[in-house]
């Protein structure tokens, strides 16, 4: 999906920026996400972040953005390396405009690798390891609507079945009858541990600085799941390599190996760690669909189909090794 850069009224920016205690502004300039509304802004000594939700399907509720910073200062609280709100001067944490709801935090010049070697990928499944480690069995206490497990994509998809049949996009037919069969055939039992979790921990929320992990960002989509899913989406993002045309066996041993010193898989979790990881691939694949019929960029599309035919296809060449990896055969 591509990013872009959503701007808002420099008027309201203004006065929602009034209510911190910053220092003298020098610069607010807008940065490009897949869909939130955000902001750089510069001062003096520091910077800052600020993200509110847009209208649309990515709007949250102030409430469940009460959830989401409800597991920030939990993970900030056990020293897991995250940025949290910055409080306004009457010690709120949520800043809203006309229902766009949103938070201030610092911002840090650490970047994403977009190719991390063996060893930072290990280090990375570490950072995973704990997460899930201190995720499990907690909930926030406020609730998050916004889920993105297998039930929620299986009736996501039925909903989309016609708005696809309806779009211009070649194969759509094809495309449909391959998604169905799959997601379909997927179940996670509720035997798997479960706990807040990230549901997107691809290479852009993982940030850097040098060799060390400084933070895990863009929490706007956790919600309360099946602990497995998480990791399929990691190992999803991690693991597929050369532009999505290959799988890397090589970076999924790392990523697993670095994740199990610090959390140990359960014999169920290993058996559904690739249906995980199928069930990653499919959901971004309805998402690039979804997306592409909304925006015309066909490059989503490709990205979709890329998912469907081709990722579930280098997954089921690698079941065997994965399997062995995973101590399973």
Known sequence: MRLSKQKFSSVALGKILARFNLEKIKKISPLATSGNIAYVIKTADKSYFLRLCPFGH?????????????????????????????????GEEIVSWKKHCGYLREFSNAAEKLNPLIGEIKKFGEVVGRFHSLTENYKTKNKRTNIFDLKET???????????????????????????????????PNILPAGMIHEDLGKRHVLWNKNKISAIVDFDRAYYGKIVLDLGQAC??????????????????????????????SLPEKKFLLDAINFAVLERALAFCLHAILSGNKKD?????NGL?????????????????????
Do not use: M
């Open 154 to 188: 299986q009736k996501h998809f039925k909903q989309a079945k016609a708005i696809i049949l309806k779009s211009s996009f070649k194969d759509r037919g094809k495309f449909l009858e391959k998604y169905e069969k799959e997601i379909l055939s997927l179940d996670f």
């Open 58 to 90: 990515r709007w949250r509720s102030k409430k469940e953005i009460e959830a989401e910073l409800e597991l920030l200062n939990y993970l900030k609280k056990n020293n897991f390396p995250v940025y949290c709100p910055v409080k306004t001067n009457d």
């Open 309 to 329: 035919f081709k990722e579930l296809e280098l997954l089921n060449q690698n079941r065997s090794e994965i399997e062995k990896i995973l101590k399973l055969n």
């Open 236 to 265: 999803r993002g991690w693991c597929f390599t050369n532009n999505w045309k290959k799988w890397s066996n090589d970076n999924f041993r790392a990523l697993i190996g670095g994740y199990q010193k610090e959390r140990k898989l």
């Open 301 to 305: 599309w490709r990205h979709a189909n």
